[in-house]
Each structure stands twice: as C-alpha cells, then as structure tokens.
C-alpha cells in the first residue's frame, strides 16, 4: 500500500492510500487534486471515500468524486453528508479490497466525528483522524466538550506506538509553537520542531508522524504530565483536574 498526502486549499490533505489498482481517499474538501492524481495514474480506480466529519474543507469535493467515479462513501453515521453515505459507528469495520479499517467514534471537533485506522500487510498501521488530533495540537472544539475530546485523543492515544497519524492539515509548525510554550523544558519536543522547521522548510509535509512521537511531544497527550498541567494551573486558576485542565488548556490554545 502507498499511501500519499494531496495537498488541497491552503493547508488541508487529502490522503490517498493505493496499491496501484484500487484507491481509497480521505477527506476530499477539494475534488480536483484527487481527479488531477487519477488522470496521472490511469491503471488506479477510485472505489472508496472516507469521511470523517462534516465539515465544507472535508466534504466539499464529494459529489463530483463520486460523479465521476461511483466510489463507495463511508463517513459518520451521525452527520449529514451530501452524497448517499454508509453511514458508520464505534466499532464498525470496513473492509476495502482485504484491508480492514477499525471505527472509532472521536466527538469534540464535532459530535459525530469518526477517525479510521487500519494495518496493512507488512506495514505500519495507518489513522485517518481528520480534524481530532493534529501533529503538536488537537482540534477546535465546535460542537463538543473539553471532556469529549480528551476522552477521544485518549482513545487514539490507545493506538499502537508505529500506527502512522495522517491528520487532515498542515499545522504543526503552529502548534509546535504553542507546544514549546506550555512545556519548554521537554527535550523530545525541542528536536521534533527543528526537524519539522527543516521539513516546511524544504516545502515537505511533516505528516505522518508516529503516534508514539505524538505521546511524547503533543501537550494535549500530554494534558496530565506535571510539566504540562503546572503549566496551566499556574495561568489558570479553574483548572482543577484532568478535565478542567485540559479544558484551561484548550482555552489557552485558542488565545495564543
Ligand atoms: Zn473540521
Ligand atoms: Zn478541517
């Protein structure tokens, strides 16, 4: 399996996994770099879409995908789509050409989002997270609660360590900033940001990355850490416990 980010708008992906017959791609906000990359490899069929959440910058490109291709859609059961959709929840699994995608339902970005991961054969597993956790940082909280979405980046965090995290943006160098902010003193981080810095720097995507540097560098894994949740508590005086600090952190976040 190859699995390629498409840059699309200002700082989405889409990913496209392949294995040089059938493609599946994730998250298509924009339909013309998917139909650019299929025009460029004629023997690739697109059969299957997945969908995270329901967001314009995720969905926007499926209903000319799917006019143009007939891909199966598979997205959140809990949200509405603009094209016929399986509609999927905790648990489910969906199997594509022997590659079995696990379910798991991760509210907070918004409430009925989904994140997809999947082991293919002699590789790294994969997670389509979309819009829950981003490299260094975690989403917006839309539509849920602080409580939701630590108990969703808790979920993912369950993961195994080499599972590759394919978030849907490019915004790491952001939250890296704010990342080195909350928690200075932590070493892994200080060389995870330079490598990314060389990375954007070279116009390369710093994704995917290992859930296992996600755990030791993403101050929202990190929410219960001392160095983490001193640093809130100190700024923040209604955070209390793993939620109100989160929360506080979270709120921090969004002011810096
Ligand atoms: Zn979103
Ligand atoms: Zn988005």
């Known amino acids: 399996m190859k699995l390629i980010a498409l840059p699309a708008f200002s700082d989405n992906y889409i990913w496209l996994l392949h294995d040089d017959h059938h493609a599946l791609v994730v998250d298509p906000g924009d339909s013309a770099p998917v139909l650019t990359w299929l025009q460029h490899h004629p023997g690739v069929q697109l059969d299957m ?11 926007g490109g499926l209903t000319e995908l799917v006019s143009h291709t007939h891909a199966h859609v598979a997205g959140p059961a809990m949200e ?3 094209v016929e ?3 999927l929840v905790q648990g489910d699994r969906l199997d594509w050409h022997g590659l079995g995608f696990e379910v798991h339902e991760v509210p907070g970005h918004t409430l009925g989002h989904i994140a997809f991961w999947a082991q293919p054969v002699d590789q790294a597993p994969v997670l389509f997270c979309g819009d829950t956790l981003f490299s260094g940082g975690c989403g917006r909280l839309f539509e849920g609660t602080a409580a939701q979405m630590l108990g969703s980046l808790d979920r993912l965090a369950a993961l195994p360590d080499e599972t590759r995290v394919c978030c849907a943006h490019e915004y790491t160098l952001s939250n890296l ?3 080195l902010a ?3 003193d932590n070493q892994p981080l200080r060389t995870y940001a330079q490598i990314c810095a060389d990375l954007r720097h070279s116009n390369q995507p710093t994704l995917p990355v290992p859930l296992s540097t ?3 560098i993403n101050p929202f894994l990190r929410s219960r850490s001392r160095a983490v949740s001193n640093a809130v508590r100190q700024r923040d005086a209604r955070a ?3 939620v109100t600090t989160f929360a506080a952190l979270r709120t921090w976040k969004n002011e810096f």
Not at 49 to 59: E, G, M, P, Q, R
């Open 49 to 59: 879409i997945l969908v995270t959440h329901h967001h314009a910058d995720h969905t």
């Open 80 to 82: 509405k789509m603009p």
């Open 85 to 87: 959709t399986q509609g």
């Open 177 to 179: 900033k704010f990342a």
């Open 182 to 184: 909350v928690d200075p």
């Open 214 to 216: 996600e755990r030791a």
């Open 240 to 242: 209390m416990d793993d």
